[in-house]
């Protein structure tokens, strides 16, 4: 958006708006908190001079450095430990994983001592640490890289978990996600790094953790999706409006934990139906978490059973044609929707 001299009063109601990549927008975000603290730094395999397995990081290194962007052995439980003492110390760093996979070998310094020691220090420790990279599938990467982890760290306390599905939310919240006093999970998906989306130029831009976004307003069934079921529930949802005049509520909560279940509570309440897409697999997930909580504070506005739409319960397939049939997709979110609303 341009402003000619005439107009120079509009800058003072409308923001600029740039058309980024999610990865783009990642990116800024981390440039612009380096900029902004001297604490921020960033820490991870290839993340320096290699630019970032997926280019998130990619121009940093060679602008501020070694000692801002960090390039680590592959050893994810050595630098997950040392960026948990780093922010006991005082620093804020920002943790690559290169696949949230990965994750999972630096699983005993993400639960057991920084979703925990604020506690047990009693207030002493704050562990301003964000752990950040892809989660869930990808492109035929198989079982053991393509597992959606949200509702594994959601179950500790302590750790606060986000998942932005739009360049302007992947921005936004990353930069309060670096600027809170608590570890966060910061969960990509990698299918997503190259989506684009408008994202404010504005250095102060930040969206608040705990926040959901209603992607799309509706009044006859709400759609709970998030990261990669998100543009699927939205194509779901105008596909369903044209062809049955069906009108579908999509909210994202943004932050799975804490959860805004108060937007998903009020949604449920005016459309009467919902129904919880998720790339996770169903059991003791996310989505199962908010079925339980809608059923306890709306259950009597429920014309319908809520119904799920995940993974299929084995693990990932190599093959793309199985990978495909396992995953969340538009005609299954079509499918569920048809379902409770009994058409």
Not at 261 to 269: C, E, G, L, R, W
Request: overall charge negative; charged content about 25%; hydrophobic content about 45%.
């Amino acid at each position: 958006m341009k402003f000619h001299k005439k107009n120079w009063r509009q800058r003072r109601v409308f923001k600029v708006m740039a058309v980024l990549t999610i990865r783009d927008a990642l990116n800024q975000a981390l440039r612009e908190e380096i900029l902004r603290d001297e604490n921020v730094f960033v820490m991870g395999e290839e993340v320096a001079e290699y630019d970032g397995a997926y280019k998130v990081t990619r121009g940093l290194w060679k602008e501020f450095g070694d000692k801002r962007v960090v390039d680590t052995p592959i050893t994810e439980l050595g630098f997950a430990a040392i960026g948990v003492g780093a922010a006991m110390a005082g620093l804020r760093p920002v943790i690559e994983f290169m696949t949230f996979n990965f994750s999972i070998l630096a699983a005993d310094q993400i639960i057991n001592h920084a979703a925990k020691t604020l506690y047990m220090s009693g207030g002493q420790f704050k562990v301003p640490v964000v752990f950040r990279g892809p989660n869930g599938s990808a492109y035929q990467v198989s079982s053991q890289h393509s597992q959606a982890l949200e509702a594994f760290y959601a179950n500790f306390p302590g750790l606060k978990v986000v998942m932005p599905s739009t360049a302007a939310d992947a921005k936004g919240l990353l930069k309060s996600s670096i600027r809170d006093d608590n570890p966060v999970i910061f969960m990509e998906q990698e299918t997503m790094y190259g989506m684009k989306g408008e994202v404010p130029d504005d250095e102060d831009f930040t969206i608040p953790l705990g926040v959901a976004d209603v992607k799309r307003g509706g009044t006859d069934c709400t759609i709970v999706a998030r990261s990669f079921t998100v543009p699927q529930a939205l194509q779901a949802a105008e596909k369903i409006q044209a062809e049955f005049d069906v009108s579908v509520e999509v909210i994202d909560p943004r932050t799975i934990k804490p959860i805004d279940i108060d937007t998903i509570v009020a949604s449920v309440k005016k459309t009467n139906r919902l129904v919880v897409a998720e790339e996770s697999h169903s059991f003791a997930s996310v989505g199962a978490e908010i079925s339980h909580q809608v059923m306890e504070h709306a259950f009597d506005y429920l014309d319908a059973p809520i119904k799920r739409v995940s993974t299929a319960e084995a693990p990932n397939p190599y093959a793309r044609n199985l990978e495909v049939a396992a995953l969340p997709s538009v005609d299954k979110i079509i499918a569920a929707v048809k379902e409770v609303c009994y058409l």
